[in-house]
């Protein structure tokens, strides 16, 4: 069954830090991922999505994600975080073909320290 | 379009009550699935329809949890009786159900149960 993790649970950083999530699936087939943000006391919202073509993905907000099919892997990153980003953000993955079962990671709360 | 629509918004309910959760998907929409998310187990999928049948339960903590999708415009999430452990937000999405294309997500629905 695919799956999708995500190993950092929380990050605290300060404002204008770098930010790297990591996010890797297992399975080896053609995947579509996505980045979903839930700002506190809100609903899963999408950030950016790859389906297919260049690899590194722009989404809202300066975020941006690299798939690097070789590593399973579909990190996310933004060069400068603001308080403003504070929110939990999950990974997702839904598998080409089949009944696109969307399957999501743990999740990942950023606090951004002022 | 109006996105996913979840009622109520939140519920405050007595253990050994029945409770109801109703959700709308985007019209158009194939897939709907519904999550539950508490802070001890993040995201969890509870079970996914596509086309109006469910494919997918395993998610479904116990007997106590039922869900149905009568047509391709409404969907129920019944748990009874309650007990104070299904307090969680229950989220309900749904998608195309093909390749390139992201899950919608509704604005929950946040479940007390006392």
């Known amino acids: 069954a695919q799956s999708v993790s995500q190993h950092n649970h929380h990050v605290i950083l300060s404002e204008a830090a770098s930010l790297e999530l990591g996010c890797n699936y297992s399975?080896?087939?053609?995947?579509?991922l996505f980045w979903y943000v839930q700002y506190p006391g809100q609903h899963l919202q999408l950030l950016l999505k790859y389906f297919s073509g260049d690899p590194l993905v722009k989404g809202i907000k300066g975020f941006e994600a690299e798939f690097i099919k070789s590593k399973f892997s579909f990190n996310l990153r933004k060069p400068s975080v603001q308080w403003s980003d504070t929110a939990e953000y999950f990974c997702?993955?839904?598998?080409?073909?089949?009944?696109?079962?969307?399957?999501f990671g743990t999740g990942t709360k950023l606090q951004v320290i002022p | 379009d109006a996105g996913v629509i979840q009622s109520p918004r939140h519920e405050v309910t007595e253990m050994g009550q029945e409770v109801t959760l109703r959700c709308k998907p985007i019209s158009g929409h194939n897939s709907l699935f519904w999550y539950r998310q508490t802070m001890m187990r993040g995201l969890e999928l509870l079970i996914y329809f596509n086309n109006n049948v469910p494919i997918d339960d395993s998610g479904m903590p116990e007997d106590r949890f039922s869900a149905k999708m009568p047509n391709a415009s409404f969907s129920t999430l019944k748990i009874q009786p309650s007990e104070p452990r299904d307090s969680a937000v229950y989220f309900c999405?749904?998608?195309?159900?093909?390749?390139?294309?992201?899950?919608?997500f509704g604005q929950g629905t946040r479940l007390t149960v006392v």
């Open positions: 997702a993955v839904i598998l080409s073909g089949g009944y696109q079962k969307v399957t």
């Open positions: 399975y080896g087939g053609t995947v579509n």
């Open positions: 999405a749904s998608s195309l159900g093909r390749a390139l294309t992201e899950a919608f």
